[in-house]
């Protein structure tokens, strides 16, 4: 196994489960970006602004907090102790299922031989069975813009500096993008978010984005949206960013346009390994052109989620065990932006559903009339179910709210198993709840919303 | 509480529209699930329509006569004391206008899901037909049905199948969605293998099951009389496509085109099935057997020796059935049509007679239920009536074969003595390769033969 990210230390672990023999190899720490750099850290930081956030409007629930401070280096150094105890959940999971780490760079050097390069000299692996790879992805840049991490970051620095910039540009507004958006500006640092496309989180459905920019705006973020920029280049305050929609500068720019696969090095050409679109090209059990190379995860192609690669990373391992796996449902991978108010989504947006000319009913619900949303404060956002007219199917889910991510997977469960607007209706919900909330856009689809 | 909406049923793949022949029952008749409500005539077929509750038929939204989209509300079935307003006001208004407007129907009516939970008990109509069986009052096959499912019981093979209920109202296994699109386009989720987790049957299985053809089989040589050739008159006049004709026009060539047929033939002494044939037809009081119920009866039993042959192609798999559901191609003055034979297997030659004359009539009649209309597994084509040697005959897909069966005719044979008279008969297997080989097909061919050569294998 080459690189021990979600999916590479799942897979690992699911193939010792199946009583193979298994080496990992990795170049950074065990469990990849995800765990270290990525999702992780990245859900202490943002705990640390819902914590600012909640003492900021303290006063609505009669507290008053006097002489509130919040050190952003001290979240940094807590986001840090997050990833480090993580990173050693998985060397422990790796102990407890007989799994050797050799540490290094892995590269094939032929189909069934890994040559590891780490501190020491080189190492060469031969696998008896099978070699999966997944060594993830990168951030990209814009073209002519080099990533210095200084004026210039990336995710990577993000996560790492313990200064905050007074002032940041961010470019891209998909979940990175705006997460950090949401971590700095509840730091008080001034934050405008760039996007090319008409809307921010574009591949969300249209009234997410719409709702959101409004409760990223209200909280003092400047948002562009269908700005190009042309030139990132020293100067003014740090930075200066030309677009065609004005000037911009900051103390810092983000680069959050997204991840490209990481290839290179990992000896694919020499063997002759399909690509496509700057991916690998995996059959639906993970295998690659060449038989006998599994590729799993980022690399592997979209969507670039750590869940999804948990998920090729079991299909692949079963494979190679000479089991039957059940290939992933790349239609039914939940996507989650852990900003405030949080966005997850599952299934085909508003547009999509009705591309095609198919009959959808959409059913919406605010949680500004959900009781527990009023109980806790937090009323941004609703729910939105669309179903087929005809039979029921729930095509696709949006949530935008508190909890977002934690409530969309009762309509994974749903999907999975096939249940219509009728399964979910017929299921009584816990009250009070922001989850009845998914039971009224239910209903509302069948409009027969109650509390609306 | 119990209102049952009676829309137009989904009778075929192609079907997008009904028209009802004739109402059988009227408004306030009284009503059992199962009774045939009226006659449809579809692309395909006449089939009768059943009624999937019972009570009493208040209210006829749609006259004879008249063409309907699929899934239009024709009529509501509900106790005397039920309150049926709000569903018949669903029809939009007046009825005959929603309906004249056909594909406007179903728009102007609220999404049918939408007030489903109020207007019907959350049962599946699909279990609701399946679970009480068609009980038609001539119909010699619904008696059987449970004994049937006994004798499949008993077999080993059966017990593999997967998620196949017991004839006694097991669970069929199927998620809520699976259900629904059965129930909207009257697929029997009692006829499907399912493909989930355990048996169960998804989406893709009944979506499946809905694209199976619910006809149309053999490649029949020209059916039709030869013209008199004429001097005088037009050269040529075009005849617009029934729609039966249509219906095949466009099925077969989805079969012919990316099926791999291949054929086998094999010649079979037909002497002693003959004279067995002669000695049963005449006793008293024992229906009268043809030649063809011999073949359907040797081809089921063999199937069930050659699973191989009794399997469909399913693009990632192949699906192997345990039970023999077996098509038997009608010929129609305006086309053909292969309603199916279920579990003809486990049918005595008598009652393959009895029930395969049943469905012949009815086909001509176009009386054939949906039911009967779809589910082969295999099927029969015969053209021996015309006095044809042997021809080979087009698959029925998703069937992983067919057989063509030629006249029964006599000719000079070479016994030990000499040479003698012989009755011999051509059967041309039409096989997808995808599913089989030829020699596959040679042994299934090679066994029907011996069966049918020693024909009273065929009555224990």
Same mark, same amino acid.
């Given at each position: 196994?080459?690189?021990?990210?979600?999916?590479?230390?799942?897979?690992?672990?699911?193939?010792?489960?199946?009583?193979?023999?298994? +080496?990992?190899?990795?170049?950074?720490?065990?469990?990849?970006?995800?765990?270290?750099?990525?999702?992780?850290?990245?859900?202490?930081?943002?705990?640390?602004?819902?914590?600012?956030?909640?003492?900021?409007?303290?006063?609505?629930?009669?507290?008053?907090?006097?002489?509130?401070?919040?050190?952003?280096?001290?979240?940094?150094?807590?986001?840090?102790?997050?990833?480090?105890?993580?990173?050693?959940?998985?060397?422990?999971?790796?102990?407890?299922?007989?799994?050797? $780490?050799?540490?290094?760079?892995?590269?094939?050097?032929?189909?069934?031989?890994?040559?590891?390069?780490?501190?020491?000299?080189?190492?060469?692996?031969?696998?008896?069975?099978?070699?999966? $790879?997944?060594?993830?992805?990168?951030?990209?840049?814009?073209?002519?813009?080099?990533?210095?991490?200084?004026?210039?970051?990336?995710?990577?620095?993000?996560?790492?500096?313990?200064?905050?910039?007074?002032?940041?540009?961010?470019?891209?507004?998909?979940?990175?993008?705006?997460?950090? +958006?949401?971590?700095?500006?509840?730091?008080?640092?001034?934050?405008?978010?760039?996007?090319?496309?008409?809307?921010?989180?574009?591949?969300?459905?249209?009234?997410?984005?719409?709702?959101?920019?409004?409760?990223?705006?209200?909280?003092?973020?400047?948002?562009?949206?269908?700005?190009?920029?042309?030139?990132?280049?020293?100067?003014?305050?740090?930075?200066?960013?030309?677009?065609?929609?004005?000037?911009?500068?900051?103390?810092? @720019?983000?680069?959050?346009?997204?991840?490209?696969?990481?290839?290179?090095?990992?000896?694919?050409?020499?063997?002759?390994?399909?690509?496509e679109r700057g991916f690998v090209k995996v059959s639906p059990t993970m295998e690659t052109?060449?038989?006998?190379?599994?590729?799993?995860?980022?690399?592997?192609?979209?969507?670039?989620?750590?869940?999804?690669?948990?998920?090729?990373?079991?299909?692949? +391992?079963?494979?190679?065990?000479?089991?039957?796996?059940?290939?992933?449902?790349?239609?039914? @991978?939940?996507?989650?932006?852990?900003?405030?108010?949080?966005?997850?989504?599952?299934?085909?947006?508003?547009?999509?559903?009705?591309?095609?000319?198919?009959?959808?009913?959409?059913?919406?619900?605010?949680?500004?009339?959900?009781?527990?949303? @009023?109980?806790?404060?937090?009323?941004?956002?609703?729910?939105?179910?669309?179903?087929?007219?005809?039979?029921?199917?729930?095509?696709?889910?949006?949530?935008?709210?508190?909890?977002?991510?934690?409530?969309?997977?009762?309509?994974? @469960?749903?999907?999975?198993?096939?249940?219509?607007?009728?399964?979910?209706?017929?299921?009584?919900?816990?009250?009070?709840?922001?989850?009845?909330?998914?039971?009224?856009?239910? $209903?509302?689809?069948?409009?027969?919303?109650?509390?609306? | 509480?119990?209102?049952?909406?009676?829309?137009?049923?989904?009778?075929?793949?192609?079907?997008?529209?009904?028209?009802?022949?004739?109402?059988?029952?009227?408004?306030?008749?009284?009503?059992?699930?199962?009774?045939?409500?009226?006659?449809?005539?579809?692309?395909?077929?006449?089939?009768?329509?059943?009624?999937?509750?019972?009570?009493?038929?208040?209210? =006829?939204?749609?006259?004879?006569?008249?063409?309907?989209?699929?899934?239009?509300?024709?009529?509501?079935?509900?106790?005397?004391?039920?309150?049926?307003n709000s569903v018949v006001a669903q029809a939009g208004g007046g009825a005959p206008a929603?309906?004249?407007?056909?594909?406007?129907?179903?728009?102007?009516?609220?999404?049918?899901?939408?007030?489903?939970?109020?207007?019907?008990?959350?049962?599946?109509?699909?279990?609701?037909?399946?679970?009480?069986?068609?009980?038609?009052?001539?119909?010699?096959?619904?008696?059987?049905?449970?004994?049937?499912?006994?004798?499949?019981?008993?077999?080993?093979?059966?017990?593999?199948?997967?998620?196949?209920?017991?004839?006694?109202?097991? &669970?069929?296994?199927?998620?809520?969605?699976?259900?629904?699109?059965?129930?909207?386009?009257?697929?029997?989720?009692?006829?499907?293998?399912?493909?989930?987790?355990?048996?169960?049957?998804?989406?893709?299985?009944?979506?499946?099951?809905?694209?199976?053809?619910?006809?149309?089989?053999?490649?029949?040589?020209?059916?039709?009389?030869?013209?008199?050739?004429?001097?005088?008159?037009?050269?040529?006049?075009?005849?617009?496509?029934?729609?039966?004709?249509?219906?095949?026009?466009?099925?077969?060539?989805?079969?012919?085109?990316?099926?791999?047929?291949?054929?086998?033939?094999?010649?079979?002494?037909?002497?002693?099935?003959?004279?067995?044939?002669?000695?049963?037809?005449?006793?008293?009081?024992?229906?009268?057997?043809?030649?063809?119920?011999?073949? =359907?009866?040797?081809?089921?039993?063999?199937?069930?020796?050659?699973?191989?042959?009794?399997?469909?192609?399913?693009?990632?798999? =192949?699906?192997?059935?345990? &039970?023999?559901?077996?098509? =038997?191609?009608?010929?129609?003055?305006?086309?053909?049509?292969?309603?199916?034979?279920?579990?003809?297997?486990?049918?005595?030659?008598?009652?393959?007679?009895?029930?395969?004359?049943?469905?012949?009539?009815?086909?001509?009649?176009?009386?054939? &239920?949906?039911?009967?209309?779809?589910?082969?597994?295999?099927?029969?084509?015969?053209?021996?009536?015309?006095?044809?040697?042997?021809?080979?005959?087009?698959?029925?897909?998703?069937?992983?074969?067919?057989?063509?069966?030629?006249?029964?005719?006599?000719?000079?044979?070479?016994?030990?003595?000499?040479?003698?008279?012989?009755? &011999?008969?051509?059967?041309?297997?039409?096989?997808?390769?995808?599913?089989?080989?030829?020699?596959?097909?040679?042994?299934?061919?090679?066994?029907?033969?011996?069966?049918?050569?020693?024909?009273?294998?065929?009555l224990v």
């Amino acid at each position: 196994m080459v690189g021990t990210g979600p999916g590479g230390y799942v897979s690992a672990i699911r193939a010792a489960q199946l009583g193979l023999t298994v +080496a990992t190899v990795e170049d950074d720490r065990p469990g990849g970006v995800c765990l270290n750099w990525g999702c992780i850290p990245t859900k202490a930081l943002l705990r640390n602004a819902e914590i600012v956030h909640l003492f900021e409007k303290a006063e609505t629930f009669g507290i008053t907090v006097q002489g509130m401070q919040a050190d952003y280096a001290a979240a940094v150094q807590r986001s840090r102790g997050v990833a480090d105890r993580m990173a050693k959940g998985v060397e422990f999971l790796f102990r407890k299922n007989k799994i050797t $780490l050799f540490p290094g760079t892995g590269s094939l050097t032929s189909k069934n031989v890994v040559d590891v390069k780490g501190k020491d000299g080189v190492t060469t692996l031969e696998a008896g069975r099978a070699v999966i $790879l997944g060594t993830g992805s990168e951030p990209k840049s814009l073209p002519g813009v080099a990533i210095d991490e200084k004026l210039v970051i990336s995710s990577n620095g993000a996560v790492r500096n313990e200064a905050k910039p007074k002032s940041i540009v961010i470019i891209g507004a998909g979940a990175v993008g705006v997460e950090f +958006a949401d971590v700095y500006r509840s730091y008080g640092v001034e934050v405008t978010l760039l996007e090319a496309l008409p809307r921010i989180v574009p591949i969300e459905d249209e009234e997410v984005s719409t709702q959101l920019t409004r409760s990223l705006s209200r909280r003092g973020i400047t948002i562009k949206t269908g700005v190009k920029v042309s030139a990132v280049k020293p100067g003014g305050a740090g930075v200066v960013i030309e677009t065609d929609g004005g000037r911009f500068e900051a103390e810092q @720019v983000l680069m959050a346009v997204g991840r490209g696969a990481r290839t290179k090095g990992v000896g694919l050409e020499a063997l002759g390994v399909t690509m496509e679109r700057g991916f690998v090209k995996v059959s639906p059990t993970m295998e690659t052109s060449v038989k006998g190379i599994y590729a799993i995860g980022d690399m592997a192609g979209a969507p670039l989620l750590a869940h999804k690669a948990m998920a090729e990373g079991v299909v692949a +391992a079963e494979a190679i065990a000479g089991k039957n796996p059940r290939p992933v449902d790349y239609g039914n @991978v939940p996507s989650c932006t852990y900003c405030r108010p949080q966005v997850a989504s599952i299934g085909l947006t508003e547009a999509q559903a009705k591309e095609g000319g198919r009959e959808v009913a959409i059913g919406k619900f605010p949680f500004t009339a959900n009781g527990k949303a @009023v109980a806790l404060g937090e009323t941004e956002g609703f729910v939105k179910v669309i179903a087929d007219k005809k039979t029921g199917e729930i095509l696709g889910v949006h949530i935008l709210g508190a909890e977002a991510t934690e409530m969309i997977h009762e309509f994974a @469960v749903g999907r999975t198993l096939e249940a219509t607007v009728d399964e979910i209706m017929h299921t009584i919900h816990a009250h009070p709840t922001l989850s009845e909330a998914a039971l009224e856009a239910t $209903l509302a689809v069948l409009g027969q919303a109650i509390h609306i | 509480m119990a209102v049952t909406k009676v829309v137009m049923p989904k009778l075929s793949e192609q079907m997008e529209s009904g028209k009802i022949i004739k109402w059988l029952k009227k408004e306030g008749d009284r009503i059992q699930s199962g009774d045939i409500l009226a006659e449809v005539e579809t692309d395909k077929a006449d089939v009768e329509m059943e009624a999937f509750g019972g009570g009493v038929l208040r209210k =006829i939204l749609v006259p004879a006569g008249n063409k309907v989209t699929v899934g239009s509300l024709i009529g509501v079935i509900a106790d005397e004391s039920e309150d049926i307003n709000s569903v018949v006001a669903q029809a939009g208004g007046g009825a005959p206008a929603a309906a004249a407007q056909g594909a406007a129907a179903p728009s102007a009516a609220k999404p049918a899901m939408a007030d489903r939970p109020a207007a019907v008990p959350p049962q599946p109509k699909s279990e609701d037909l399946t679970a009480r069986k068609p009980v038609p009052s001539k119909g010699p096959e619904a008696p059987a049905s449970p004994r049937v499912a006994e004798v499949v019981a008993q077999q080993p093979a059966a017990s593999m199948a997967p998620a196949q209920p017991s004839a006694d109202g097991g &669970r069929v296994k199927a998620s809520p969605l699976a259900r629904k699109i059965a129930a909207q386009s009257g697929v029997d989720l009692k006829l499907i293998h399912g493909s989930g987790p355990g048996g169960r049957i998804v989406r893709r299985d009944v979506e499946a099951a809905q694209s199976s053809p619910p006809a149309a089989a053999a490649a029949a040589p020209a059916l039709r009389p030869v013209a008199q050739p004429s001097v005088s008159g037009p050269e040529f006049e075009d005849v617009p496509l029934t729609p039966m004709r249509s219906a095949i026009a466009k099925r077969m060539p989805l079969s012919k085109a990316p099926v791999p047929h291949f054929y086998v033939t094999s010649e079979v002494a037909m002497d002693r099935a003959w004279a067995l044939r002669e000695e049963l037809n005449a006793l008293e009081g024992q229906p009268k057997i043809s030649v063809n119920d011999f073949i =359907i009866r040797a081809c089921a039993l063999t199937l069930l020796h050659h699973p191989g042959v009794n399997a469909s192609f399913q693009g990632e798999s =192949i699906r192997v059935f345990h &039970r023999v559901h077996m098509g =038997i191609a009608v010929a129609l003055e305006e086309g053909l049509i292969t309603p199916v034979l279920r579990d003809a297997h486990a049918k005595s030659l008598a009652q393959i007679a009895v029930d395969a004359r049943d469905l012949a009539e009815r086909a001509r009649q176009r009386k054939l &239920r949906t039911q009967e209309l779809s589910g082969a597994t295999f099927s029969i084509s015969n053209l021996g009536m015309f006095d044809v040697r042997d021809f080979s005959a087009i698959i029925n897909p998703p069937e992983g074969a067919i057989v063509a069966v030629g006249a029964v005719r006599k000719v000079p044979v070479v016994t030990e003595d000499g040479l003698g008279v012989g009755r &011999r008969m051509a059967l041309t297997i039409s096989c997808d390769h995808r599913v089989m080989d030829g020699a596959m097909g040679a042994r299934y061919l090679q066994d029907v033969k011996k069966l049918l050569e020693e024909p009273l294998r065929l009555l224990v």
